[in-house]
């Protein structure tokens, strides 16, 4: 019955493919879910349709067989319903091979049934662009301290990014130490670290003025 429906179908098209949900059919044929999701299992088994259970769309394998294109027109017609199934549908790749000849569908936009320009391999550059911007979505969810501006804090995590050094409670607490010999706050002493290019904090960097790092920083937290 359901073999019969299908082919008799007013949601039915042209190319044999149509969107087809639970509800239409459990109308027309007053069946619940559980036995629409049978037939079409059944149907499936037997090679005579297969419908994608994400999109819902119906596919009958042997429509365009038994229905051919008279004519250009109706070719055409076919050919954009076709083009029309989503690309997240399971079973598109598949029917634009097996009938996108019968439809006179060009063969590249049968490789790439979406119609889109395909996506280009990334370069080293972008690649690691990416990667910055990932590393740049996890520092932002970061929490500051308490008593640290949230953009002292932002800008020190993005430093320390760069630096390839990550932001530990080990290394925070060095800091916290540091900031209180040199009677900094601790956003004080990141706020300085970040205008200074550091990626720690010593208290003799800041001690009568200094204003740049020491050479000896290489070893530091």
């Known amino acids: 019955m359901l073999a019969l429906y299908l082919i008799t179908s007013p949601h039915s098209t042209i190319a044999g493919v149509f969107r087809l949900p639970d509800g239409y059919v459990c109308e027309d044929l007053n069946w619940d879910a559980a036995r629409v999701a049978q037939g079409f299992a059944e149907l499936l088994a037997k090679g005579y349709a297969n419908r994608c259970e994400t999109t819902k769309w119906v596919w009958v394998y042997k429509h365009l067989e038994w229905n051919k294109p008279e004519n250009p027109n109706q070719r055409k017609s076919a050919a954009k319903i076709a083009m029309s199934v989503p690309v997240e549908c399971g079973w598109k790749l598949d029917f634009m091979r097996v009938c996108g000849p019968l439809l006179d569908i060009e063969p590249t ?41 949230k953009t002292v804090w ?68």
Not at 123 to 139: D, I, P, V
Not at 169 to 184: C, F, H, P, Q, V
């Open 154 to 221: 932002q800008d020190f995590l993005k430093l320390r990014a760069t630096k390839k050094a990550p932001v530990t409670e080990t290394a925070l607490d060095g800091i916290r130490r540091e900031a209180e010999k040199a009677g900094y706050t601790l956003s004080q002493a990141l706020e300085t670290c970040c205008k200074r290019g550091w990626q720690g904090f010593d208290a003799a960097w800041v001690s009568d003025g200094q204003s740049a790092k020491p050479n000896v920083f290489a070893g530091a937290i």
């Open 109 to 149: 936009k049968i490789s790439n049934p979406s119609g889109t320009v395909a996506e280009p391999l990334l370069n080293q550059k972008q690649e690691q662009k990416q990667e910055q911007n990932k590393r740049a979505s996890k520092l932002d969810a970061l929490a500051p301290p308490d008593g640290v501006a």
